[in-house]
């Protein structure tokens, strides 16, 4: 699934490498719909990507769900998930787009954050995904 939605659009896997490399202690990024499809993806393979994708796009709803019951909008900025041994930043990335980080937990969450923020800030045009148009019924 990765590799059909990272042909239609610019390839921006180099993007996450760049940020899995600057940081120490990152392991993986992937930049997804916020509908859950992987779009781009850097220290994971195919099935590993999408399967993050699914986690961060349901972590990103509840957040979103959250902040409307909670907050004063449903604006999310990010979430992050403390596990055992790995940190787990989910981020939106653009309107319709979501970033998501695994990275151990000697990474400086600060520098990581930063740094993810820089990212989307530099590229958002590439990171917007766009609403999905119905496909249109068959006319006789």
């Known amino acids: 699934m990765l590799s059909e939605a990272a042909g239609q659009a610019t390839n921006l896997d180099w993007l996450l490498?760049?940020?899995?490399?600057?940081?120490?202690?990152?392991r993986s990024a992937v930049l997804l719909s916020?509908?859950?499809?992987a779009k781009a993806a850097h220290g994971l393979d195919d099935d590993g990507a999408d399967q993050l994708a699914a986690i961060a796009c349901g972590l990103f709803s509840l957040a979103r769900s959250a902040a409307g019951c909670f907050g004063a909008s449903e604006m999310v900025r990010q979430v992050v998930a403390e596990l055992d041994d790995t940190l787990l930043f989910v981020s939106t990335a653009g309107c319709g787009a979501v970033l998501a980080v695994l990275a151990a937990r000697g990474v400086d969450a600060g520098v990581l954050g930063y740094e993810m923020s820089q990212l989307v800030k530099s590229a958002r045009p590439y990171l917007t995904t766009p609403a999905r148009q119905p496909i249109a019924a068959d006319k006789p």
């Open 17 to 26: 490498a760049g940020l899995v490399q600057r940081v120490p202690h990152t």
């Open 34 to 37: 916020s509908d859950g499809l």
